[in-house]
T-cell receptor, first 112, second 117 residues
Framework: KNQVEQSPQSLIILEGKNCTLQCNYTVSPFSNLRWYKQDTGRGPVSLTIMTFSENTKSNGRYTATLDADTKQSSLHITASQLSDSASYICVVRSGGSYIPTFGRGTSLIVHP | ETGVTQSPTHLIKTRGQQVTLRCSSQSGHNTVSWYQQALGQGPQFIFQYYREEENGRGNFPPRFSGLQFPNYSSELNVNALELDDSALYLC????????????????FGEGSRLTVL
C-alpha cells in the first residue's frame, strides 16, 4: 500500500530560525514528489517538485532534498518568517497512477 | 491565484440532506480531482475526472458522486450527509494526456467548508 509519513506533526519556531520537515514514503514505482504549502483556510500551493534524478532543489528560502534509495525527502526552511506559518504537505506520485498519495502534513508556527 | 474557483465557500447542512459543490478549473486544464480534508489532516482523494469520465476513485462510498462538464468544470454531490462529512472540500485541476500529468502539479481552489449538524 502506498503511504506517505510526515514528521514532525507540528513545529513551533522563532522568527529567523531554520527548520527541517521530513517526509518518508513507500510509494512504488516512484515518479515524483512535491511539497505543498497550505495556508490556513486556503488551498495547497506547490513549492517544489523532486524527480528521481534530483537530490536537491531550492525555491528561495525553501530547499528540498530527495534520497530515492531510502525513500526520504526533507524540506528545509531558512531564516523563517511569520508568513511561513502554514501546513506543509508532502505528495508523492506513482508512475502511471492517477492518484497521488498525500501525507498528513506538518503544521509550522513561526512566532515573532 | 491558481485560476481554480470553488463555490460556495461555506455552507451548513443537516444530517440526511444532500449537497452540491462546484468547481471551475484553470483554463487549459482537462482534469479535475476532488479531495476531502478534515481538520488537522491531509487531503484525502475522493475521485478524478478526465474529459467528463471518472478515471480514478478513492475509498469513499457511492453517496459521493461527481460530474465533469464539457467546459471541464465539475460538481461534487454528496447524498445522505453524515456528521463525519464535515470537512474542507478541495478541488484541483491539472492537465495531461490520459488525465495523468507528467509533472503532477495540482492547482487547488480555496475550498468549500461544509459543516453538517
Amino acid at each position: 500500500k502506498n503511504q506517505v509519513e510526515q514528521s514532525p506533526q507540528s513545529l513551533i519556531i522563532l522568527e529567523g530560525k531554520n527548520c527541517t520537515l521530513q517526509c518518508n514514503y513507500t510509494v512504488s514505482p516512484f515518479s515524483n514528489l512535491r511539497w505543498y504549502k497550505q495556508d490556513t483556510g486556503r488551498g495547497p500551493v506547490s513549492l517544489t517538485i523532486m524527480t528521481f534524478s534530483e537530490n536537491t532543489k531550492s525555491n528561495g528560502r525553501y530547499t528540498a532534498t530527495l534520497d530515492a534509495d531510502t525513500k526520504q525527502s526533507s524540506l528545509h526552511i531558512t531564516a523563517s518568517q511569520l508568513s511561513d506559518s502554514a501546513s506543509y504537505i508532502c505528495v508523492v506520485r506513482s508512475g502511471g497512477s492517477y492518484i497521488p498519495t498525500f501525507g498528513r502534513g506538518t503544521s509550522l508556527i513561526v512566532h515573532p | 491565484e491558481t485560476g481554480v474557483t470553488q463555490s460556495p465557500t461555506h455552507l451548513i447542512k443537516t444530517r440526511g440532506q444532500q449537497v452540491t459543490l462546484r468547481c471551475s478549473s484553470q483554463s487549459g486544464h482537462n482534469t479535475v480531482s476532488w479531495y476531502q480534508q478534515a481538520l488537522g489532516q491531509g487531503p484525502q482523494f475522493i475521485f478524478q475526472y478526465y474529459r467528463e469520465e471518472e478515471n480514478g476513485r478513492g475509498n469513499f462510498p457511492p453517496r459521493f458522486s461527481g460530474l465533469q462538464f464539457p467546459n471541464y468544470s465539475s460538481e461534487l454531490n454528496v447524498n445522505a450527509l453524515e456528521l463525519d462529512d464535515s470537512a474542507l472540500y478541495l478541488c484541483a485541476s491539472s492537465s495531461g494526456a490520459g488525465g495523468y500529468s507528467n509533472t503532477g502539479e495540482l492547482f487547488f481552489g480555496e475550498g468549500s467548508r461544509l459543516t453538517v449538524l
